[in-house]
């Protein structure tokens, strides 16, 4: 079975500049989550899916960041403008969306603003 | 108060130590628990996953939960230099959002 993909894995911009990530989960899964990862840090949620619809974005700073999960499948995180304090590690994470379902991780797509 | 606290270490042990890594939470409405391992520059890997108290146990790594005091523990046995990384804990209530740790950074000295 695959895992959840995420691309790209590497990221530099300027501060001030657009950065987009993509993520594709795992297939079946309802329910698809952004986080942002600083390090030293554990995951901090930016946005919940559960298909197509946003559970929960009370964390996501909406004036610089959007997300969309149009065909409730693949998943697509945006930065604009960028901020230096935005230099972290975005995980995609996915899972069935029943009740116990397990949480599964992508290899995370590392930004660097300049 | 934050819902689910971890020491961050940074642990150091010799080779075929056992390594105990734990964490304390506050919500008593948390049902499941889960550890991951996350090597550096890697996502989050999906070690052990539990359901309410009790113990698990899958080859070196033992996941223990006790409820009644808010505490969780994964013990590492003949812990390898492949086991450096950083454990993160998580948990969650029957809903799907999920709770995690700081995070714990281990290394294994040969």
């Known amino acids: ?114 | 108060q934050k819902e689910v606290e971890q020491d961050p270490g940074p642990l150091s042990v010799p080779e075929g130590a056992i390594v105990s890594l734990n964490c304390t939470y506050s919500n008593s409405a948390f049902q499941y628990f889960m550890w991951y391992r996350q090597y550096s520059r890697k996502g989050p890997e999906l070690l052990m996953y539990t359901y309410s108290s009790g113990n698990k146990e899958d080859g070196r790594f033992t996941a223990q939960v006790d409820k009644s005091s808010k505490y969780i523990s994964l013990f590492i046995r003949d812990s390898q230099p492949s086991d450096s990384a950083t454990y993160l804990c998580a948990m969650r209530e029957t809903g799907n959002q999920f709770y995690f740790g700081t995070g714990t950074s281990l290394t294994v000295i040969p």
């Open chain 1, 1 to 114: 079975e695959a895992g959840v993909a995420q691309s790209p894995r590497y990221k530099i911009i300027e501060k001030r500049q657009s950065v987009a990530f993509w993520c594709n989960p795992i297939s079946g899964h309802a329910t698809l989550y952004w986080y942002q990862q600083i390090l030293g840090q554990g995951p901090k949620l930016l946005i919940q899916f559960q298909n197509n619809g946003v559970v929960d974005d009370s964390q996501l700073p909406k004036d610089r960041f959007s997300a969309e999960r149009l065909k409730g499948v693949d998943s697509t995180l945006k930065i604009q403008p960028a901020k230096l304090e935005d230099s972290a590690v975005y995980l995609c994470a996915s899972t069935h969306g029943g009740a116990g379902g397990e949480l599964f991780f992508g290899e995370g797509s590392r930004l660097t603003v300049l």
